[in-house]
């Protein structure tokens, strides 16, 4: 089946079967499986209505009891604690930051101890240890983020190579963090990391062929079609991914730029306030734990062609030996299966702006 306009195409395929359920006394049990394809890197996705009955077997609530003794337990040792951080966290030299680290109000920025980048820099949010996502208010993300473009401008004075930026947010340790208390990591690099590198390759190639940048064309269609698109905040422009890369996959595009660190104040501000909007659904919707990536580039040769631009999604609840949500399927085949289909996701989340 195929939808939407000459230039981009939202492609699935279809699939009916049926099984005898073991659980059922053998009667027969229908399936219909879907295939999306995303219109512009082709990576796929798997939706199965009956995944939600296994979702519910496999992922958990939430065990409240293990949360807190979480909590309790790594707040002892926390380096990003208030107590602590002067003294646990690095500093950058004099010639890039006189005062070692930057701050405002509760967030500070300093160099991650264990760089993966040039420049790899972690950002604490906040003097609060734990955060349900619902206390994820705006004013917290954002100064995160004016933190985040301080430095970005930094970096661009000094280093004209370092062209892509990557801010980046593990939440918990089921999305892959190594410490409870809310934080960004972002990079600042000569070289994309593979994901970002292909969206900018598949825009150019995009923009090469078509003469218009794709990812104007997807606010338009979507905005269109009215099935994913969300809200507009500001320059940003909501949409709920038609073919997931994660779990409950929500991505904002900015209309206008490709470069993190050319946004103004007002576009951080909006920014902010659609991330909070978010996870207050995914708190809605039962979870807790998240990442996001916010994806940048600053050279004359994508201005055109690419835009600034974030994924975020959910990952898997905390409980006792909680199984985590990646296996083949996503890190082996990158594909990822779909248990709110986006345009329901989007219903949802229209709400909340």
């Not at 009916?16 to 059922?24: A, E, T």
């Not at 007002?266 to 990536?293: H, M, P």
């Not at 006792?320 to 399927?329: I, K, T, V």
């Amino acid at each position: 089946m195929h939808n939407g306009c000459p230039k981009i195409t939202f492609e699935t395929t279809e699939s009916s079967l049926k099984i005898l359920h073991p659980y059922k006394g053998f009667r027969e049990d229908f399936h219909r499986v879907e295939v999306r394809k995303d219109p512009l890197l082709g990576h796929k996705s798997i939706y199965n209505a009956n995944l939600r009955e296994k979702v519910k077997f496999f992922f958990a609530d939430c065990d409240e009891k293990l949360i807190q003794e979480m909590i309790a337990t790594s707040a002892k040792t926390c380096p990003f604690c208030p107590d602590n951080l002067d003294k646990s966290t690095p500093k950058y030299p004099r010639e890039l930051i006189p005062e070692g680290r930057l701050r405002l109000a509760e967030a500070v920025l300093f160099p991650n101890l264990y760089p993966i980048g040039k420049y790899h820099s972690v950002i604490c949010l906040t003097n609060v240890h734990f955060l349900n996502l619902s206390q994820f208010i705006p004013s917290l993300i954002e100064h995160g983020f004016v933190l985040a473009q301080r430095f970005v401008n930094l970096v661009y004075a000094r280093d004209p190579k370092a062209l892509y930026v990557a801010i980046n947010a593990n939440y918990l340790f089921p999305a892959g963090a190594t410490l409870v208390h809310p934080h960004l990591q972002m990079l600042v690099t000569p070289d994309p990391l593979t994901h970002h590198e292909n969206l900018i390759e598949a825009g150019e190639q995009f923009y090469r062929k078509h003469g218009t940048p794709y990812f104007l064309d997807l606010i338009s269609e979507e905005r269109g079609l009215n099935m994913r698109y969300v809200a507009q905040e500001g320059r940003w422009h909501w949409i709920a991914a038609f073919s997931p890369i994660g779990m409950n996959e929500i991505m904002a595009i900015h209309e206008d730029t490709s470069d993190f660190g050319s946004l103004m104040s007002k576009d951080l501000a909006d920014l902010a306030y659609g991330i909070s909007r978010v996870l207050q659904l995914y708190e809605t919707l039962g979870y807790l734990s998240f990442n996001y990536s916010l994806m940048s580039v600053r050279s004359p040769h994508v201005r055109d062609s690419y835009r600034c631009l974030i994924r975020i999604i959910n990952r898997q609840n905390l409980y006792l030996n909680y199984r985590n949500d990646d296996y083949f399927l996503q890190k082996l085949l990158h594909s990822d299966f779909i248990i709110n289909t986006p345009e329901d996701l989007a219903k949802k989340l229209r709400q909340y702006f």
